[in-house]
C-alpha cells in the first residue's frame, strides 16, 4: 500500500488532476486526508480548479477523436492490459481502499476484484457490440441498427464503492469508445488516482493520446459544472437522492443523457419457510458489511411473526460475535464509518427510531476509541415508524413482524427506495409471487441470498428514487452508445413506408 501511494504522490501531495499520462499538481490551497481506520493522515491532496478542468475537457474531446476511431476488439486488448495491472497489485489496492474507506479488507480486496471481473467482460463484450437487423417492408430494401459512441462520458463517484463502480463504468464506456472524465468522491481521493496511475501505464505503453482517463479532485461544485456542460454527453452519478435530482433535473435541461444509482432502503423478507440458518448469515452481513455503508445494505428486517422471537435471538447472538476494529485485520468484521458526519447522523436515526416507538434491542454506540467506530444496532420496529422510509447510511437494521406474504410485500415496497430486495423462502408459491408483477418493485430481487453483493454479470440498478439507471452487466452497455437506424435500398424503384404514392412525372 505504502508503496504505491508513493507511486502516485510527489512529496506527499496528490495531484488535483490527471490527464492519463500527466499529473498535474495542485494549483489552490492543499487539503489533508484523514483515514476513518486511525485517523491518521494519508497526505495532502488539491483541487481542480475550474480553469484546470477546461483543460481537462478539451484533451478529453481530442482523445475521443482518436479513441472512437479504434476497432473496438482493439480497445479491449487494451483494457485487458488494464486488468493485468489491476491483479497484479490487487493486494496494494484493496489494502489502500480499506484504509481509506474503512471497509474490511476483504472487501477492499472484493472491490478490486470486481474492477477486474468487469474488465475481463468488457474485453468479451469488444466483440459482442451487436446490432439487430429487421425486416423492411419495402421490397429491395435491408434495415439495421448499429451502435456508436457518445463521446465525453462523466463519471461521479461515491466514497463506499470508491473505484468498483468507477470501474463499472470506465470500461464499458472505453470499449464502446467513449472517454471519460472521474470526479471521485473527495472523501476518497487516494484510491482514485491509484487507478488512475495504473491505466496511465497503459496508455504510455501504448502511446496511447492523453485524455482518454482522466481524473479531477474537487468538491460538489465541479460536480455541479459537469453536469450542465453540454461537453459532457452523458453523465453517471452515483450518491444521494437530493443529488441525483439536481443532477437528472440539470442535465436534462441542456438535453443531456444522465445514468443515476442513488439511495437504496433494502428489506428482506424472512418466511415462515425460510431456512433460518442459512439466513442468519446473509442478513448480519447485509446489515453490516462496509459498516452499513452500502447502497445495497440491509436496513430492514420483515420477519414472518411465528419464527420472529427465534430469529431475533440468533441475530442478536450473531451481533454479539461481531468483532469491530481496524479493518486491515483480518479477524474484524466491521471497519468505521467515514467520518464523524456519518456517526452523527447515525447517533441521530436511533433517537429518532426510539422516539417514534422503536425499541432498542443492542448496539447503537459510539466506540471509546480513535476512529469513527460504532456498534452495529438491532431496532425492533412497527412498520407506520416514518423512519423506515429514509435510508440511513449505517449499521443500523430494523426488525418488522408481519403476518402473510402480502403484507411483508406492501411493507417492502413502501418506501421511496427501490433498489435491492430478497426473500428467504424454501416454499416456491411464495418465492414466484415474490418475483411476479405483485411481488418485489426493485431494480434487484434475490432468493434465499441477501440484499447486499452483485455479480458484475448482471445489470445493477434500481427504481423511483433509486434512479432508474443499469451499470455494469446485461446489455447495460447501451447507455454509452447512441442508435442508429440504417435502410439500405439496393433497387431500381423508390418505394415509400406506409404505401404511401408520391408520383413525379418523368421529364
Not at 345 to 363: C, D, P, R, T, Y
Not at 364 to 390: F, N, T
Not at 445 to 454: D, F, K, Q
Request: charged share 20%; aromatic share 8%.
Amino acid at each position: 500500500m505504502k508503496d504505491l501511494l508513493k507511486k502516485i504522490t510527489k512529496g506527499n501531495v496528490l495531484p488535483s488532476h490527471s490527464t492519463g499520462q500527466n499529473f498535474y499538481a495542485p494549483s489552490g490551497p492543499h487539503l489533508l486526508k484523514y483515514s476513518p481506520v486511525d485517523q491518521e493522515p494519508i497526505g495532502h491532496f488539491g483541487y481542480c480548479s475550474e480553469n484546470e478542468y477546461t483543460q481537462v475537457v478539451e484533451k478529453a474531446q481530442q482523445a475521443f477523436a482518436y479513441w472512437k476511431n479504434v476497432p473496438a476488439p482493439k480497445r479491449g486488448e487494451y483494457i485487458r492490459q488494464y486488468r493485468q495491472k489491476l491483479a497484479q497489485h490487487k493486494q496494494a489496492l484493496g489494502e489502500l481502499v480499506s484504509y481509506e474507506m474503512g471497509k474490511s479488507l476483504q472487501e477492499g480486496l472484493g472491490e478490486v476484484q470486481e474492477m477486474i471481473d468487469i474488465c475481463d467482460f468488457a474485453v468479451g463484450l469488444s466483440r459482442q457490440l451487436y446490432g439487430l437487423q429487421m425486416h423492411s417492408e419495402r421490397p429491395a430494401h435491408r434495415m439495421f441498427e448499429q451502435w456508436h459512441p457518445l463521446g465525453i462520458v462523466g463519471i461521479i463517484s461515491a466514497f463506499n464503492f470508491p473505484v468498483a463502480v468507477w470501474a463499472w463504468n470506465a470500461a464499458i464506456a472505453w470499449v464502446c469508445g467513449n472517454v471519460c472524465i472521474w470526479k471521485p468522491s473527495e472523501k476518497t481521493p487516494f484510491t482514485a488516482m491509484a487507478c488512475q496511475s495504473l491505466f496511465a501505464e497503459v496508455m504510455q505503453e501504448n502511446r496511447l493520446p492523453e485524455g482518454l482517463s482522466s481524473v479531477i479532485l474537487s468538491d460538489a461544485a465541479l460536480g455541479k459544472t459537469m453536469a450542465t456542460d453540454t461537453r459532457i454527453a452523458l453523465l453517471s452519478a452515483t450518491g444521494s437522492v437530493r443529488m441525483g435530482k439536481s443532477v437528472a433535473q440539470t442535465v436534462a435541461a441542456r438535453l443531456g443523457k444522465y445514468l443515476l444509482e442513488l439511495g437504496g432502503n433494502n428489506a428482506i423478507i424472512v418466511s415462515k419457510e425460510a431456512d433460518i440458518k442459512q439466513a442468519v448469515p446473509a442478513i448480519v452481513f447485509g446489515a453490516v458489511g462496509t459498516c452499513g455503508q452500502r447502497c445495497t445494505s440491509t436496513r430492514r428486517l420483515i420477519v414472518h411473526k411465528s419464527i420472529y422471537s427465534d430469529l431475533k435471538d440468533r441475530l442478536v447472538s450473531a451481533f454479539q460475535q461481531l468483532k469491530i476494529g481496524d479493518p486491515l485485520d483480518s479477524q474484524n468484521h466491521v471497519g468505521p464509518l467515514i467520518d464523524e458526519e456519518a456517526v452523527s447522523h447515525f447517533l441521530s436515526a436511533i433517537e429518532s427510531a426510539k422516539a417514534q416507538g422503536g425499541k432498542l434491542i443492542l448496539g447503537g454506540k459510539r466506540l471509546d476509541r480513535k476512529g469513527c467506530y460504532v456498534s452495529p444496532a438491532l431496532i425492533e420496529a412497527h412498520k407506520q415508524m416514518p423512519i423506515l422510509k429514509q435510508e440511513t447510511f449505517a449499521p443500523l437494521l430494523y426488525l418488522i413482524e408481519y403476518e402473510n406474504l402480502e403484507e411483508a410485500i406492501e411493507i417492502q415496497n413502501s418506501v421511496p427506495q427501490g433498489l435491492s430486495s430478497a426473500l428467504f423462502s424454501l416454499n416456491i408459491r411464495e418465492t414466484e409471487y415474490f418475483l411476479s408483477t405483485q411481488g418485489s418493485d426493485c431494480g434487484i430481487a434475490n432468493v434465499n441470498i441477501g440484499t447486499s453483493g452483485a455479480e458484475i454479470g448482471g445489470a445493477f440498478g434500481g427504481e423511483k428514487e433509486t434512479g432508474g439507471g443499469r451499470e455494469s452487466g446485461s446489455d447495460a452497455w447501451k447507455a454509452y452508445m447512441r442508435r442508429q437506424t440504417c435502410t439500405i435500398n439496393y433497387g431500381t424503384d423508390m418505394p415509400l413506408a406506409q404505401g404511401i404514392q408520391f408520383n413525379l412525372e418523368e421529364e
